[in-house]
């Protein structure tokens, strides 16, 4: 046997005892190349969420690595307040520290989503907003929209502060589904605030209020937005109240408004007889500020001294709609 045969006997040395390999019987050969293994060493993979290779760890539904999703608790309902106007209806808040959130109805209505500065993500100031990823309180959300019609937001999270979700309605809503996961030590906290909102996120509603005896007004420190809300609105009743007047309205119909309006409302106006003082059980259109706190704590409708209050009449309404489509949001 020449000594070309007798080096074609001699395999290589073994990299893993079951390995076997093809060496080519040439002396052109250099090098051997190694066959398939059917039962060789184990692969090492890809690192697991605890960086190391081959421990296939990974994260649970809470982000801890390893975990069995028992540190966290899912939140999942579905919004279906019908809305008795067309504007902007809170949904839920979604917390700071949420993970893994969906949301996702079918209707010509639209999604949209509201920073902790009150700045509008997407689908705000009544301009629909173009599918695509956003990023919004620390994560990246995946807004999609079809011809179904049907519309999703989804975001991995964690949320690095409080997102307000709402919808656009348009018709009437036949449910939104929302789901989260939420650390266990976020939820009381979540909850609490909800009920206490009891949505929305302005004062109490009238039937949620409680008479209580009246006090001296506080300065609230405030800002006013750029537009005020426009509405057409019944007054139901009216209250003094230390040196302001309250009305209680039923909102009929909104023109124009960049924050969510509820089917009653409470318009406050300064002193004992405001000017224009409004008539109890007679519609009114009403341009009034929205004051905040800086702080949140304090929210309401301010109707201020010689502001806009007419009677409803046709012509009023025509004026007020014209108005609205020429000047922008």
């Keep these: 046997m020449s000594t070309a045969s007798a080096s074609c006997q001699t395999a290589p040395q073994e990299l893993c005892p079951s390995e076997t390999y093809s060496v080519p019987c040439t002396m052109a050969a250099l090098s051997w190349a190694p066959r398939r293994p059917t039962s060789g060493c184990p692969s090492m993979g890809s690192p697991g969420c605890d960086g190391l290779l081959g421990s296939g760890a990974l994260e649970d539904r809470c982000g801890r690595c390893g975990g069995a999703n028992d540190s966290c608790l899912f939140v999942q309902r579905v919004f279906r307040d019908a809305g008795a106007f067309a504007g902007y209806w809170n949904v839920t808040l979604i917390p700071e520290g949420a993970r893994h959130i969906r949301v996702a109805h079918r209707s010509r209505n639209h999604l949209a989503l509201m920073g902790g500065d009150g700045r509008y993500v997407l689908n705000g100031d009544w301009a629909v907003s173009p599918p695509g990823t956003y990023e919004a309180a620390g994560t990246h959300v995946v807004y999609t929209r079809d011809t179904g019609p049907q519309e999703t937001l989804q975001a991995a999270g964690p949320t690095s502060h409080n997102l307000l979700l709402q919808v656009l309605l348009q018709e009437p809503n036949p449910g939104i589904e929302f789901e989260f996961w939420l650390p266990q030590e976020r939820y009381s906290p979540f909850q609490a605030r909800v009920q206490a909102l009891g949505w929305p996120l302005r004062q109490p509603q009238p039937r949620e209020v409680e008479p209580q005896p009246p006090a001296a007004p506080a300065v609230i420190p405030a800002r006013t937005p750029t537009l005020a809300p426009v509405f057409q609105a019944r007054v139901l009743g009216r209250h003094r109240q230390a040196q302001e007047t309250r009305y209680e309205v039923r909102i ?31 519609d009114y259109l009403l341009a009034v500020q929205r004051l905040v706190s800086p702080n949140g704590t304090q929210d309401r409708l301010l109707l201020p001294h010689a ?12 004026r007020v709609r014209l108005t609205a489509r020429r000047c922008p949001i």
């Design 307 to 318: 502001g806009y209050a007419r009677p409803w009449s046709p012509a009023e309404d025509s």
């Design 252 to 282: 009929q119909l909104v023109y124009k408004n960049r924050s969510p309006l509820r089917a009653r409302e409470y318009v406050w106006a300064p002193g004992h007889c405001p000017c224009p003082m409004l008539a109890p059980h007679r």
